[in-house]
């Protein structure tokens, strides 16, 4: 099984891909974070806190500088040998650093609906 590569596109364009994938992936778990607890527009916003969204979105912003930091940046400085030797790595750091950000996007929803639901 071939490991997941970037390798349909020009060596220059690795980085940069990468780099829009783990914003594109971390930017993509926050709207959903906001989408997901903005209230219906009949009802008053009660039972839920305000302030964890943007505590997670805060979260998300710093979780992608650190992966961003000690992940993606240190590709910047391989040779070309390095970046084929390295290939997967484009594809999979910006998985992970997403993942992560979808993982606890829904770990903060289910807290959220479970403090509404024991409210009542």
Not at 11 to 22: E, I, N, R, Y
Not at 58 to 76: H, M
Not at 94 to 113: E, F, N
Request: proline fraction near 8%.
């Amino acid at each position: 099984m071939d490991s997941l590569t970037l390798a349909f596109l020009p060596l220059a364009l690795w980085w940069p891909v990468a780099t829009g994938l783990s914003v594109l992936l971390v930017l993509s778990a926050v709207l959903w974070m906001f989408l997901q607890n903005r209230p219906p527009r009949q009802q008053a916003p009660a039972g839920r806190p305000a302030w964890l969204p943007l505590a997670f979105a805060l979260f998300a912003l710093v979780w992608w500088g650190f992966g961003f930091a000690f992940a993606l940046w240190p590709l910047t400085e391989l040779d070309e040998l390095g970046q084929w030797a390295r290939a997967s790595s484009y594809v999979l750091e910006p998985l992970w650093i997403g993942g992560v950000a979808w993982v606890c996007a829904l770990l903060v929803q289910r807290l959220l609906r479970s403090t509404a639901a024991m409210r009542g």
